[in-house]
């Protein structure tokens, strides 16, 4: 498991249609980094931040191709990843 005590991720639905709700919630004051790639690598999204407490964003990705991607969120040198789908 990647999540620290008192955090939660969700992101939802998945798989979609390429629109997808993030929610990530932890303690305290944070610096995110939070990016969607492909199985190669190649970036997506890309969004940097600072959040207190929370990140709730939609991502609308359903102009891309169908298949699986990977979201990343660095959050203070700690790395959380899920895979996402694209129907």
Known sequence: ??????EELS??????????????????????????????GRAIYMKELQANSNFNENIDMSTIAKG???LKIVADQH?????????
């Open 79 to 87: 790395q959380i990843t899920r895979k996402i789908y694209i129907e």
């Open 11 to 40: 992101v939802y639905p998945n798989p979609s249609n390429g629109v997808y709700q993030i929610k990530y919630t932890f303690e305290g004051k944070k610096e995110l980094k939070v990016s969607v790639s492909d199985v190669l």
């Open 68 to 70: 699986v991607y990977i």
């Open 1 to 6: 498991k990647d999540l620290l005590a008192g």
